[in-house]
């Protein structure tokens, strides 16, 4: 780009391959260039680096006489120009480089989205869909109603929307406004899935075999996790936590606590899980080889389970197989089903929905029906040699009888890994332990209204949100010992 047939014919320098910058180039420069401030300095002339630019007749000075400078660096295409700035309108280009100053740090400042992302045949909401910033560490996963809050973009940034049974879809984003997203569903094949009545089983042991080459390696990140507990259809309890995690893929190592919230509706009766996000976090992984105790899918126990391949998801990379696991033998004891999401070509696992059967657990109360479950993760290897945990859910289903009285607590939970970090492994983590009481980790930390306000982590469903405000309208929200 030359940018001396932008300038008036009297106002072009008389140095070889050198021009001064004039107002009328400006606005050029600020729609190519990417800036980057440099230390500054007084006075100087523009210099052409670009082999654009042809040796000038009439040098006075001849071109080695350098002179003091500003620099700005802009970038277009393959050519690399050092802007400097003429002594004699130094007064001007001041006030040009410290209005670029102020519109770089206006550009760069992190912006906040929130959107919507619904099927776009049925416009029904899609939970769990990944979104992640295309080139970042951030991203974040879509809630029971489809709604996501995403931060920390640099305007314009391309965001990336997965799920395992949608066509994946990439959009750039130029402002923050709210997004309406509607995903593709991917073709459904089932014309092959009888062919071969025993690949489903060769498909999960070459995932677990491939899965146990990592199992020693640790993954670190940020988490936001929910806890809302219901009885009989009403809200009565939330727990809200943020965690540094340390993770693998079997399951959540280690954890730090690091802000809490927690509030309960005093209504007469009342339930609390004092340890739900130890069931979470034990089945935050995909790879249960070291449990002792009830039967899980483990490559040693895979004759034990009917393993049937339901359907194919086509996706444009490979195909997904959707791998359904069920236990055969006794259903009086503690037993997992699990439906595994695998490619079909690199064998890894991208989503995994476990249905949990006769749970162990003491409950203080009458209990004619055994505690059960349902938990589904989500798995995301962009940024990792093999998927790691992005998020996952859970929720516990009890029937209880108290002095004649029916209850039916709902206990539901939600950890999200919203940014993968790897400085956080010098940290000290408290190991995971069945031990640890949710309650004892928020009372071991004060309550910071300022942190939770406008908080654009935590976002909630409908149901989430209607409990969340009653509950802050009345000031109910602090720790379990000084709500």
């Known amino acids: 780009m030359d940018l001396r047939n932008n300038l008036p014919k009297n106002e072009l320098s008389t140095y070889r391959g050198e021009i001064p910058i004039h107002p009328s180039v400006w606005t050029q420069i600020l729609a190519n260039a990417i800036f980057l401030p440099l230390p500054p300095r007084r006075g100087g002339y523009a210099k052409c680096l670009s082999a654009t630019c042809p040796p000038l007749e009439g040098d006075s000075r001849g071109r080695n006489e350098m002179y003091p400078h500003d620099r700005i660096y802009w970038e277009r295409g393959a050519n690399l120009t050092t802007i400097k700035q003429h002594n004699n309108s130094t007064s001007i280009m001041r006030h040009y480089f410290l209005f670029l100053l102020l519109m770089t740090c ?10 919507k992302i619904v099927d776009e045949t049925t416009g029904e909401a899609i939970p769990f869909v990944s979104i992640g910033i295309v080139g970042t560490n951030i991203s974040t996963v879509t809630n029971d109603a ?58 999960v042991k070459a995932a677990l075999e491939k899965a146990t080459q990592f199992q020693k390696e640790s993954f670190h990140g940020n988490a936001f996790y929910r806890q809302l507990t219901s009885i ?54 995909y790879l249960f080889e070291d449990r002792k105790s009830g039967k899980f899918v483990t490559l040693k126990s895979l004759k034990d389970f009917e393993i049937t391949i339901e359907k194919y998801i086509e996706q444009k990379e490979q195909d997904i197989a959707v791998v359904s696991c069920k236990y055969k033998g006794s259903k009086k004891h503690f037993y997992i089903n699990s439906t595994y999401y695998i490619g079909v070509e690199d064998t890894n696992v991208y989503r995994l929905e476990n249905s949990i059967f006769n749970l162990p657990m003491t409950i203080n109360v009458t209990s004619k029906i055994p505690p059960a479950g349902t938990t589904i993760a989500t798995f995301n290897g962009a940024k990792t040699d093999i998927p ?82 009653m509950m802050e309208s009345k000031s109910a929200f602090g720790t379990m010992i000084d709500p």
Do not use: C
């Open 106 to 115: 206006t550009v760069a400042k992190a912006q906040t989205i929130q959107g």
């Open 146 to 203: 489809g709604e996501f809050i995403l931060k920390g973009l640099n305007l314009p940034a391309k965001l990336r929307y997965s799920h395992v049974s949608y066509l994946l879809l990439e959009n750039e984003i130029n402002a923050a406004n709210n997004l309406f997203v509607k995903l593709k569903p991917a073709a459904i094949n089932l014309k092959t899935v009888v062919v071969d009545p025993y690949r489903g089983q060769r498909l």
């Open 232 to 285: 009989n259809g009403k809200p009565s309890q939330i727990y809200e936590l943020f965690y540094d995690l340390e993770f693998n893929v079997s399951k959540v190592k280690g954890w730090l606590a690091k802000q809490s919230r927690f509030a309960e509706l005093n209504e007469g009766v009342s339930f609390s899980m004092s340890n739900q996000s130890y069931l979470t976090f034990a089945l935050a992984g």
């Open 388 to 469: 790691i945990l992005e998020s996952i859910s859970s929720k516990l289903y009890l029937n209880l009888n108290i002095r004649g009285r029916a209850l039916n607590p709902v206990i539901s939970s939600m950890l999200t890994v919203f940014q993968l970090d790897k400085n956080l492994k010098t940290q000290k983590f408290t190991e995971l332990n069945r031990k640890v009481q949710d309650k004892a980790i928020i009372e071991s930390i004060a309550y910071q209204p300022d942190f939770w306000k406008d908080n654009p982590i935590v976002k909630q469903t409908a149901l989430e949100d209607s409990f969340i405000k």
